[in-house]
């Protein structure tokens, strides 16, 4: 809104009624905790652990949990549990969130041109949008994965490629009720490109259900990475991540249940934390939303 | 109405063609390409390879080889599969069965618990139980499927022996018992996901659904409560929930096909993975198309449906 920039009194965020509204949100407040407790020990945590997640010990195989240091046991190669989570936890996380931010520009961009354009853009665009969601693209995600081999670069990329539709859906509905505003008639009555108008009047005005979307697909991204990688086609080892670390587990459940039952545990903390928090924004941010 | 349902057909039409180019490209640029598997065996020599491409045509220019095979598809041919030379439609027909029961098991079982934890969640609104529910829908739709098996798998199976750890019935043993026995944990499983988005939307329906004017008058006249909530408020809120059911059809398939490879259940999933294990490609394009149709054809019978059940929507 540079153009029309009104000199106001800086006001806070954190004194901002939507600020109060989440931090009154528990559920949310919660998630928000988890993440940050499970963001900083994947970050800090491998340097305080006695074990490298690399480091093989045969003779320390099928450790149960609590056994010496191996706080969480160890795997068929005797590597530390705990230490293989952490560094899991890092791809997870960094797959999850860029993949989010990857599909957070395509739909906005998407989501913003529909909008704004309508008529026959708008119609092409939200069709190509209903047609993939109403696709089973894990068949067409798990095709590619196979035939790729990809890196984890191109794993984010696919991922990003599948999750792009809803954000574009929640913008398009935000940016079509924005466009007949008084700022944005103004906008235009100024001679401001349309260009300008889509990314820097209404685009700034649609962020409250962009950010909301933002969480939740977070939390589909690690979902999504998980099954992926649990099936043999996602991240590959020795490079862990949460979901291929479950790939053999299921032989071993009746031996060393721990190895399904903890790397599980962490995709759920981490997907609920982020659909909480997604919740809580929601709420805060007064989007009205019909997904859940 | 006609026209809308045409429209719909026409766009899922269109959908199918586009999806069906992206996979086939997608496994002609796999690397070794379709007879990566024959590459791998050592008696094979270049002359063979090359003899195998010219009897499967595949020297060919790929556009003029997707053409001649969505000719075939048309017709019925789904080509062969590259292990056996089984024609495609027999093999996916050998696992379609498996598939829709536990499919049609667990939708069931999500519509059942789903719809009643949704219209108690309505009718006792933010109580304990209502907050339960919403926090626990939350947590269930965070919850991996596969994990969720495992899990299920290991107390239910391995710790309390109670239910089979795995495939669709006991070879030898083909009564219904055994099926439904070897049924319930996977469709428990692949349910879990849908009850809470079910729960969440019935929820949602009921809520409207009773601040509407015709409940306050079937009030009005003295109505028991008992009868305006099942009469007007669940009548009501159950349409569109059918709309829903055709929306999740892909997710469903998704969650089948994770169920199926944890509880190796014979199923399209589990046969789909195997394929692209063994580069069988006929048979991943087969299941790709097939899987699509699967979900177009649902989401139009539940427009077709709600056509018929809603009488605000005359078929013209």
Known sequence: M??????????RWWHSRAAYRFMNHRLAL??????????????????LLPYDSLNIDLRARFAPPMTGNHYLGTDPLGRDLAARLLMAGRISLLVGFSAMLISIVIGALVGVVA??????????????????????????????????????????VIIALT????????????????????????????????????????????????????????????????????????????????????????QYLASAPWLAIIPGAAITI??????????????????????? | MRAFLLSRLSQSLVLLVIVSMIGFVILSISPGGPLSQQGLDPGMTQADIARIKEQL????????????????????????????????????????????????????????????????????????FDYLATAGAMVALSIPTFWFGLVGIYIFSLRLGWLPAGNMYTIGDGSALNYLHHLILPSIVLSLVHVAVWSRYMRTATLDAISQDFVKTARAKGVSERRVLMKHVVGNALLPMITLAGVQLPSILT????????????????????????????????????SAVLVILGNLIADIVVAIVDPRIRLA
């Open chain 1, 2 to 11: 540079t153009a029309l920039a009104v000199s106001t009194a800086p006001s």
């Open chain 1, 30 to 47: 919660l998630g928000l905790a988890m993440i940050t407790l499970l963001t900083l020990a994947c970050v800090v945590g491998p340097y």
């Open chain 1, 115 to 156: 909008g704004y354009r309508g008529g026959w853009i708008s119609a092409v665009l939200m069709r190509t949008v209903d047609g993939f969601l109403s696709f089973p693209s894990i068949f067409l995600v798990l095709a590619l994965a196979a035939a790729l081999r990809p890196s984890p670069l191109m794993i984010t």
């Open chain 1, 163 to 250: 999750k792009w539709m809803e954000v574009a859906r929640i913008v398009e509905t935000e940016v079509r009720s924005l466009r007949e505003r008084e700022f944005v008639q103004a906008s235009r009555m100024l001679g401001l490109s349309g260009t300008h108008i889509m990314f820097r009047e209404i685009l700034p005005n649609a962020m409250g259900p962009i950010i909301v979307a933002a969480s939740l697909t977070v939390a589909r991204a690690i979902l999504l990475e998980a099954y992926i990688s649990f099936l043999g086609y996602g991240i590959q080892p020795p490079l862990p991540s949460w979901g291929n670390m479950l790939n053999g587990a299921q």
């Open chain 1, 270 to 292: 981490a997907v609920t934390s982020f659909n909480f928090i997604g919740d809580g924004l929601r709420d805060a941010l007064d989007v009205r939303n019909d997904h859940i």
């Open chain 2, 57 to 128: 045509g595949l020297n060919r220019p790929l556009w003029i080889q997707y053409l001649d095979w969505a000719w075939r598809l048309v017709q019925g041919d789904w080509g062969h599969s590259f292990r056996g030379g089984t024609p495609v439609l027999t093999v996916i027909g050998r696992h379609v069965f498996a598939t829709l029961l536990l499919m049609g098991t667990s939708t069931m079982i999500a519509i059942a618990v789903g719809t009643w934890i949704g219209i108690r969640g309505a009718t006792h609104r933010y109580s304990l």
């Open chain 2, 255 to 290: 969650g089948a096909l994770v169920t199926e490879t944890v509880f190796t259940w014979p199923g399209m999933g589990r046969l789909f993975l195997d394929s692209l294990n063994y580069s069988d490609y006929p048979v991943v394009m087969g299941l790709l198309m097939f």
